[in-house]
């Protein structure tokens, strides 16, 4: 079982910069590939970011260039750097965990709420 708390959410200004944490625990970190997804309010949930356990990272075209995942292994946390904050980035970003070679092995984090407003 993993659990997985993100962290690092909150208000920010629209061109503004978050970095959002998520700490996973009760597993090898190094065998999951990690992920960030959002929900904005009365939408589907979409991949923003992911990451394999190896490190390569992958982003959707409506996001590259903005949005970064990073993780650190020896700290089992995934990170998300989001810089040049718009609006439409307002959503519940969650983490995600999938095992590297059991595809029906994953996690989700609760969510923590980003809101860009001026």
């Known amino acids: 079982q993993v659990q997985l708390v993100e962290s690092g959410g909150g208000l920010v200004q629209p061109g503004g910069s978050l970095r959002l944490s998520c700490a996973a625990s009760g597993a090898i970190f190094e065998n999951y590939a990690m992920a960030w997804y959002r929900q904005a309010p009365g939408k589907q949930r979409e991949l923003v970011a992911r990451?394999?356990?190896?490190?390569?990272?992958e982003y959707p075209d409506s996001v590259k260039g903005r949005f970064t995942i990073s993780r650190d292994n020896s700290k089992s946390m995934v990170y998300l750097q989001i810089n040049s904050l718009k609006p439409e980035d307002t959503a519940v970003y969650y983490c995600?965990?999938?095992?590297?070679?059991?595809?029906?092995?994953?996690?989700w984090g609760r969510g923590t709420q980003v809101t860009v407003s001026s």
């Open positions: 990451i394999s356990s190896g490190g390569s990272a």
């Open positions: 995600y965990a999938r095992h590297r070679n059991y595809a029906n092995i994953n996690y």
